[in-house]
């Protein structure tokens, strides 16, 4: 889980030193509220070079940034094709002191459905919850995907703290293994079958259960939310790809990302899908329409779709326009909402949507957050 074999090493040039371990769990009180940002690309190529971070507008606790073996595998892992998602380290932010203590993620993605985490909390802010709490959503995050089934942490024996957390979390202990630094660890898993412990669920978690709708907005995605849309629409296309031999191209979903409008779907402020949009001759194109897997069949690519065709209606433009697979169900809910077939090209169904004549334009059904901005 931490880092093993270093206590307290500077991060080269960082000034910075990074805690093993996590705070004492018989210590502490009440779990203060955290969020978890995900290491922007612009960062991590920071810390690969040892130099200093942009964190605004966060404050930064001394050594809660990510350990530089953390940095240099997520750097190896997505010259791999790994997403970042899976790579990646989160930054922990307590919210209510808007400032990073800590850090966390995962090591790469699911091999057969088991992924291995890490997480870091900085000396200073030990005895909050924080990495029961950074923990806890890891696990969320992993099972909302859809393509996990497993996590683990490898937690040095001599490591009472953070063996206590993970114990009191749920995870049940294996055997003493060797890891890949040649370091004698306990595989400490955690698998929804075989725990007594149910973490409290937030929206896109497997784990939630039925009940309200959540509350859906959309806003622009930012740099930080590229790995979280790129597992997800790798997860939720997987099947369709391999029907026809295409492999997943990490560069082509790159490129796209810089060509097209992201936006990310929130349920109850948590991401749950996304919408990818394109102005092409007169008319607005869905170009992508992810929903977490678990949160699928609660009206959320419905509203999704709504606000598409507001956004063309703000936009002026006459026509919404999609692209679907041949076999995807989710035709019937389009021709529900009211697309018609206009081509089919290899299999490729090109659907069109005509909006209510007189249109003009307006304001965005969304209002920009801070950051990058549409795009």
């Avoid at 942009?54 to 953390?70: I, K, M, N, W, Y």
């Avoid at 890891?179 to 079958?193: C, I, Y």
Wanted: net charge positive; proline share 9%; glycine share 8%.
């Amino acid at each position: 889980m931490t880092e093993p074999g270093q206590s307290k090493p500077k991060h080269p040039g960082s000034g910075l030193t990074q805690a093993s371990g996590c705070e004492n769990p018989m210590r502490q009180l009440v779990e203060e509220d955290i969020d978890l940002h995900q290491v922007d690309l612009p960062n991590l190529r920071r810390l690969a070079l040892s130099r200093s971070v942009d964190v605004s507008p966060f404050e930064l606790s001394d050594g809660a940034l990510p350990l530089s073996r953390t940095v240099d595998r997520a750097t190896a892992q997505l010259e791999r094709g790994t997403p970042a998602f899976w790579c990646v380290p989160f930054f922990i932010v307590s919210v209510p002191r808007r400032k990073i203590v800590g850090s966390c993620g995962f090591k790469t993605a699911p091999d057969q459905g088991s992924v291995e985490i890490h997480c870091g909390v900085a000396a200073s802010e030990r005895s909050r919850g924080i990495a029961t709490t950074a923990i806890r959503k890891l696990i969320e995050l992993a099972f909302s995907t859809g393509i996990a089934n497993e996590v683990f942490a490898c937690v040095r024996p001599d490591n009472i703290a953070s063996s206590k957390v993970v114990e009191r979390l749920g995870f049940v202990a294996g055997p003493l293994i060797t890891d890949a630094n040649g370091e004698e660890v306990v595989r400490w898993s955690w698998s929804q079958p075989n725990s007594s412990y149910k973490p409290k669920p937030f929206p896109g978690s497997q784990m939630a259960p039925q009940g309200p709708r959540p509350k859906l907005s959309l806003r622009p995605a930012l740099d930080a939310d590229f790995g979280f849309c790129e597992s997800l629409t790798r997860a939720n296309m997987a099947s369709y790809l391999a029907a026809r031999g295409i492999p997943w191209d990490p560069q082509r979903h790159v490129a796209s990302w810089a060509q097209f409008e992201n936006l990310v779907i929130s349920a109850d402020g948590s991401p749950a899908g996304i919408l990818r949009l394109l102005e092409v001759e007169g008319a607005l194109e869905i170009r992508d329409l992810q929903v977490l897997a678990p949160l699928t069949g609660q009206g959320i690519g419905t509203w999704a779709i709504e606000q598409a065709k507001r956004l063309a209606t703000c936009r002026g433009l006459p026509e919404l326009r999609l692209r679907v697979y041949v076999e995807n169900p989710a035709r019937r809910l389009y021709a529900r909402l009211g697309f018609r077939c206009v081509a089919n090209d290899n299999d490729v169904i090109h659907l069109s949507c005509s909006l209510p004549a007189g249109n003009t334009p307006g304001p965005q059904p969304f209002a920009n957050s801070s950051g990058s901005g549409p795009r």
